[in-house]
């Protein structure tokens, strides 16, 4: 079973930034939070992962509180080829495998 | 970032046939790959862990002996659905390991259609 939380849907404006929140209370000390989206019809993307400290890349932000049980994906400038699911995925390394829960569906509106 | 591919891209086969869905990874080694399907309007589910050379790890309630799984090379995991039935129409998806154990890239998926 998936070990986050997460919003069914959202939406949001074109420019302005997406903010996807994702709860993980049960989360272990060397698991790592993953974010993946999936636009229709096509493969999962890796958008970014994070331990504990916030990181930044491309593409995304990631904000993990510091008690490491929730975290936030931002989108800074969200465009309409931002619209797809999001997966917020808590997973340990080596061969763990990626458990995806339901995601947050994002659209983003003209 | 690393790139992994699957081919076909689409398949449509009759019932009661067999399909190879093929899964690599292009500018990386992948000790390890993961299969998962997707029906419609679901998230995606884990079907099997693939390690090079070695058997694979099956999920509870996944046919070993339907879902065939080889990994015959650091870059290439292949899955064949046996006596494919229309209950196996799905979105069939690769995702493929670094060696760093960090990175997990997917493959743009595969559409099976049995008829």
């Known amino acids: 079973d998936a070990k986050t939380t997460q919003p069914t849907s959202m939406d949001c404006a074109e420019g302005r930034a997406a903010n996807l929140p994702c709860n993980h209370s049960t989360i272990s000390g060397n698991e790592y939070v993953y974010w993946y989206r999936q636009i229709h019809s096509q493969g999962p993307q890796y958008i970014i992962h994070?331990?504990?400290n916030n990181e930044t890349n491309e593409m995304a932000s990631l904000i993990i509180t510091e008690d490491r049980k929730s975290s936030t994906l931002i989108l800074p400038h969200a465009t309409l080829r931002d619209t797809a699911v999001y997966y917020c995925?808590?997973?340990?390394?080596?061969?763990?495998?990626?458990?995806f829960g339901k995601g947050t569906r994002l659209s983003v509106i003209a | 970032g690393a790139v992994v591919s699957q081919h076909p891209s689409w398949v449509i086969c009759k019932s009661g046939t067999s399909v190879k869905i093929e899964c690599r990874s292009l500018?990386?080694?992948?000790?390890?790959m993961f299969w998962y399907r997707q029906f419609p309007k679901q998230s995606l589910m884990l079907m099997a862990t693939?390690?090079?050379?070695?058997?694979?790890?099956?999920e509870q309630g996944v046919e070993k002996d339907k879902f065939l799984i080889n990994h015959a090379s650091l870059t290439l995991s292949t899955l064949t659905v046996t006596s494919a039935h229309p209950e196996d129409s799905s979105f069939y998806i690769c995702s493929a390991r670094d060696a760093s154990g960090s990175g997990v890239f997917f493959g743009p998926g595969t559409r099976l259609t049995v008829l």
């Open positions: 500018d990386f080694q992948a000790t390890t």
């Open positions: 995925i808590v997973r340990g390394i080596g061969n763990t495998p990626l458990v």
């Open positions: 693939s390690n090079e050379g070695s058997k694979a790890t099956y």
């Open positions: 994070g331990l504990k």
